[in-house]
């Protein structure tokens, strides 16, 4: 298992288009893709669980990779949040 916290820089935050990126990449992963915000867990393959963290921009979340292609998983998903998935 491998975490890294990313601050999330869109100014909308995870709306559903960035939610929608963030889950085309969370996808091609065989491992088991989670983020915390606050008290909650989101699944990151599931745009509605995304939504449904409600995340704004400036909060900080903290991806959990867990599976044979964590470490990739992990890397990936930092990098899109840090480019700002799409926008």
Do not use: W, Y
Not at 37 to 59: E, H, I, P, Q, Y
Not at 73 to 83: D, H, N, R
Request: charged share 25%; glycine share 8%; with cysteine.
């Amino acid at each position: 298992m491998v975490s890294q916290k990313v601050v999330i820089k869109n100014p909308t935050g995870l709306h559903l288009r960035p939610a929608g990126i963030l889950c085309k990449e969370a996808m091609q992963f065989k491992s088991l893709i989670t983020f915390t915000f606050r008290d909650s867990t989101a699944n990151a393959k599931s745009v509605l669980s995304v939504l449904g963290a409600c995340v704004k921009c400036g909060d900080e979340i903290e991806f959990v990779c867990e599976g044979e292609d964590e470490e990739d998983a992990l890397k990936t998903l930092i990098e899109a949040v840090e480019s700002g998935l799409g926008e």
